[in-house]
């Protein structure tokens, strides 16, 4: 067998039918024998796993695991801060910087009993990638390691997608998350804003930033998210909303469920790849067999979105960059420091513009999407482009699907829907109103149930079977 799932390894641990000592043995090899071609760690804390490990073995072994993460190894996205571990956001600025504190999601998932492998690569700073002129390489596309992961959460979509962890952080701006998932076929969830903590992650723009769990699963997705959505009131967006069981309705169908589409999206604003579509195409009708109506929906073009979100992020982000910028321009890499550069020649009126069509476009949004249950889209435009071909402007000219949901603050999550060129991964990308993780969930595991793109992994250089239970 290959690396399992977190529900998997759970039950095996419940069962006690393998150790989480072996399984963190197992992600650690794997991370030896393949990251060097994938890139996906900045740092690996052997040490700190398995001592994690090996208290989850004893508590598995008393009969008092915490919970269906005790002894899952996982790691986080290099802006989440780690006490005792450099958190160097993927740039030359930071390295070697040493956190006193735990960010708060960290410390949430420490507590569920989950051994952290180590800090996972991102753009620099959650923007700046791929970048070539940073201490570190850029992360690599399992799949095809010639060919982009997308960003930021690069290292998160490639380290699950390799098998060399089970679970991971990550971020999302604007479209941070569920766009590496996406290209890495791998399952991205971008919670409601506020849902879960910011606190102790290092921010990109404050308005925008949506912390959130990268997974091989949607079950493993919700498992995840239901250890990290809490109440913060160290965190100023946090929101007070308590957590439901994400994962109540993982296993139904979505009988009686109205999915809206947007076909103005797809077909003028962003057009799509033929596998794209097929696999687009292939979601509704898996939908519509289970019973859910599918209902055309006429939304604002995605530029809106798009053009709000772009000027949003790069003001917020040069106000908090702007200082060290003045003082120690040349430690940033040029993607980040050009991209951010540009904020300070946006005008306070500019800002304030953008900040009114937010407004109106999540008015919109809402007064469109009322009449069905969750929203459908294309994951990413197309299957993974090569990394060498990544232009420095290229976010501001690509709309994208991910940005209407982060404009409005509704969660999303990217889930695979098949292979395009290549052998590439395609995904689907589902939305639902605000606080409605758990429909969310359901609607997406609905389609991943029905289908057996999970059972396909990546064929990596030097893969080998590392480890092998009952």
């Keep these: 067998m290959e690396t399992p799932t977190i529900a998997q390894a759970a039950a095996l641990i419940a069962a006690r039918a393998i ?8 992600c650690l090899s794997r991370i030896e024998a393949l990251d060097g071609a994938l890139h996906s760690f900045v740092t690996v804390t052997p040490e700190r796993a398995l001592e994690d490990a090996r208290a989850a073995e004893r508590r598995m072994m008393a009969g008092t695991l915490r919970g269906k993460l005790d002894g899952i190894p996982i790691a986080h996205k290099d802006i989440y801060c780690t006490r005792g571990i450099a958190t160097t956001a993927h740039s030359r600025f930071l390295a070697g910087w040493v956190p006193d504190e735990d960010a708060y999601t960290v410390e949430l998932l420490a507590q569920a009993g989950t051994s952290m492998l180590g800090k996972l690569a991102t753009h620099e700073f959650a923007l700046g990638g791929p970048s070539f002129d940073l201490p570190w390489p850029p992360a690599r596309n399992p799949w095809n390691t010639d060919h982009f992961t997308s960003g930021s959460s690069s290292g998160p979509a490639a380290a699950i997608a390799g098998g060399l962890v089970l679970g991971c952080t990550g971020s999302d701006t604007g479209g941070s998350i569920r766009e590496p998932a996406a290209l890495c076929g791998v399952t991205g969830l971008k919670p ?84 794209v579509q097929q696999g687009f195409d292939a979601a509704l009708a898996v939908w519509q067999d289970q019973g859910a109506e599918i209902v055309d929906l006429t939304m604002p073009s995605l530029f809106d979105y798009q053009a709000v979100c772009v000027v949003i992020m790069i003001c917020e982000a040069y106000a908090l960059h702007e200082p060290w910028m003045r003082s120690r321009l040349m430690e940033y890499g040029e993607l980040f420091r050009d991209r951010i550069l540009m904020g300070g020649m946006i005008s306070s009126a500019d800002y304030l513009q953008a900040l009114r069509r937010r407004r109106e476009l999540c008015v919109t949004t809402a007064k469109v999407a009322a009449e069905v249950d969750v929203i459908a889209t294309p994951g990413a435009p197309r299957e993974a482009a090569r990394i060498d071909s990544i232009s420095k402007w290229g976010f501001l000219a690509s709309t994208g699907f991910a940005k209407p949901f982060n404009v409005t603050g509704w969660p999303a999550i990217c889930v695979c829907s098949g292979f395009g060129e290549g052998g590439l991964p395609v995904s689907v990308q589902i939305a639902a109103k605000p606080f409605e993780e758990s429909l969310l969930l359901r609607v997406a595991s609905a389609f991943e149930n029905a289908t057996d793109f999970r059972a396909r992994r990546p064929i990596l250089p030097h893969s080998k079977q590392l480890l092998a239970w009952a």
């Design 192 to 275: 409601t804003y506020g849902l879960c903590s910011r606190r102790g992650i290092l921010p990109l723009a404050f308005s925008l930033d949506h912390p959130g769990p990268m997974a091989w699963t949607v079950e493993d997705c919700a498992l995840l998210l239901q250890e990290m959505a809490a109440y913060d009131a160290g965190d100023a967006a946090s929101v007070d909303h308590p957590a439901p069981d994400f994962g109540l309705g993982l296993g139904r169908d979505v009988k009686g469920l109205r999915i809206g589409v947007v076909p103005r999206w797809h077909a003028i604003d962003c057009p799509i790849s033929a596998a």
């Design 19 to 26: 150790s989480p000592v072996e399984l963190v043995e197992h």
